[in-house]
Nanobody, 123 residues
Framework: QVQLVESGGGLVQAGDSLRLSCAAS????????AGWFRQAPGKEREFVAA????????DYADSVKGRFTISRDNAKNTVYLQMNSLKPEDTAVYYC????????????????WGQGTQVTVSS
């Protein structure tokens, strides 16, 4: 079992930066692919970024490429999402996800999900 807890959300202005963290429990987390998703009010959950267990493979949604960076520290069982140049359209609840299979994380079909952290970007 893996439990995921997100933190780092908040209220910022357009152009600001935030770093989200996802702390994982479980000794096997270092072998899991991980990702970030978000859901804005009235919209479906969407993919943001994903990272393989070794950090050798990364993928980003077109809407965040060049602004967001996903990374991980397996020694700390933590995955990060550095968000720069934030826009009002980035406002959403951000969820961390993890799975043993990259394809499942990328598809939004992860085995494990966090409870989410709210990010609000004002204009």
């Amino acid at each position: 079992q893996v439990q995921l807890v997100e933190s780092g959300g908040g209220l910022v202005q357009a152009g600001d930066s935030l770093r989200l963290s996802c702390a994982a429990s479980g000794r096997t987390f270092s072998s899991y692919a991980a990702g970030w998703f978000r859901q804005a009010p009235g919209k479906e959950r969407e993919f943001v970024a994903a990272l393989s267990w070794s950090s050798s493979v990364r993928d980003y949604a077109d809407s965040v490429k060049g602004r967001f960076t996903i990374s991980r520290d397996n020694a700390k069982n933590t995955v990060y999402l550095q968000m720069n140049s934030l826009k009002p359209e980035d406002t959403a609840v951000y969820y961390c996800a993890a799975s043993g299979a990259w394809s499942r994380v990328r598809a939004g079909d992860s085995s494990y999900w966090g409870q989410g952290t709210q990010v609000t970007v004002s204009s």
